[in-house]
């Protein structure tokens, strides 16, 4: 640990925020998580909203910059403390992890986050899970895992022979994914997928922070 | 002009290409269009996934490396060109760049494009436009304009006084939607926006990009 402590603001369970707090274990830096009550609204509050004007979570605060948005977050995070993984100082490599994270960002998430907010979200809230949507994001999700596994054929990360911020963006999501059914049916067959997958959840910060992510987000614990 | 031109892969019109050729003229870039035909499939052929696993446009080939996916081409041409407008070397600047080109990307984009396809592509495609698509997505993209008011009110740009790539970022798209009858309307009560809006869209390398995107994707021309 060195430095002051960021304050990261937000619920450690959510997949958004613990991207976030994955980065902090990663480089090892002091933080604080101040929580913010989601059935109270008060990422709509002023309070908040003057951290981050789209009023959600998580938002950052390190010294006198306030940061919003999982993905600069985590951006920043590494810059300031292993700037390595970013591919900082390296222009091919770079542009390489930029593709890899805009990847993440564009096609494997919006499906990925689909599937699990029908079949762990909706469930929590009472609501029937809707298979169509499920099945449709099953889909896509499938064909970008066979990209990727070809990609893991050529190099032993997404971004090259070196762990990125465009592999661990993956893990959060990925933690939630793979409790579904659709995660070890998806993964099945793509034998390299789930060796990156395998070591990715086996990295000591990730196992930490698996543990602020129960399968339930924490609503049987609220409930007792 | 200066090394070896870059090779882009995609259709001129597409706001995703243009985004890319964007940033060439904004740096003085050479660079060498290579069409990539859709209406054929090109984009899903073996020479064009080589490029782009994912089978999509844009590509780039910038000596032996080749990239893809818009925005990480956009920062690559800039890092290497004018890294400035990516606020390299300044922590700070650097943070929020990244924090309102995520905007860019997650809050305006989706909006704006899906307003964008039904009010410019459905009809061209002779599709009604789907009016319930429209309004839910009019109501969420002056929701982050807003946003966009207030901060310029304090900064000049969205990353600072300084132009970026998050604002440039804005430009290919805005073209197309400021062209729908819902432009005007929403820009028009927030004189910021309109004001950061044509000064964009009065940079040289914008209004050079302009005369390849025409307002019928270049529909009508085929047809002559």
């Given at each position: 640990m060195e430095g002051a402590a960021v304050k990261v603001y937000g619920v450690a369970s959510s997949p958004f925020v613990a991207t976030v707090l994955l980065c902090l274990e990663e480089v090892g830096a002091a933080y604080e998580v101040i929580p913010v009550d989601l059935a109270a609204c008060e990422e709509k509050a002023p309070a908040h909203l003057a951290r981050n004007p789209l009023g959600k979570i998580p938002a950052l605060e390190d010294g006198d910059l306030t940061l919003f948005e999982s993905r600069p977050i985590a951006r920043h995070v590494l810059r300031k403390h292993k700037p390595e993984l970013l591919g900082i100082g390296n222009m091919e490599r770079?542009?390489?992890?930029?593709?890899?994270?805009?990847?993440?960002?564009?096609?494997?998430?919006?499906?990925?986050?689909?599937?699990?907010?029908?079949?762990?979200?909706?469930?929590?809230?009472?609501?029937?899970?809707?298979?169509?949507?499920?099945?449709?994001?099953?889909?896509?999700?499938?064909?970008?895992?066979?990209?990727?596994?070809?990609?893991?054929?050529?190099?032993?990360?997404?971004?090259?022979?070196?762990?990125?911020?465009?592999?661990?963006?993956?893990?959060?999501?990925?933690?939630?994914?793979?409790?579904?059914?659709?995660?070890?049916?998806?993964?099945?067959?793509?034998?390299?997928?789930?060796?990156?997958?395998?070591?990715?959840?086996?990295?000591p910060a990730a196992r930490k922070v698996a543990t602020f992510m129960p399968l339930d987000f924490g609503v049987d614990k609220k409930k007792e």
């Open positions: 770079s542009a390489t992890v930029d593709v890899w994270l805009e990847v993440e960002a564009h096609q494997f998430h919006p499906s990925a986050i689909a599937i699990v907010r029908e079949c762990i979200g909706a469930p929590l809230r009472g609501r029937a899970c809707d298979q169509a949507v499920v099945d449709e994001n099953v889909s896509k999700l499938r064909a970008v895992l066979e990209v990727y596994e070809a990609r893991l054929g050529r190099h032993r990360y997404l971004a090259g022979n070196n762990v990125s911020i465009a592999d661990l963006n993956h893990f959060t999501l990925m933690h939630y994914f793979m409790s579904t059914e659709y995660g070890p049916a998806l993964l099945g067959p793509l034998p390299r997928v789930k060796a990156w997958w395998e070591e990715l959840a086996a990295r």
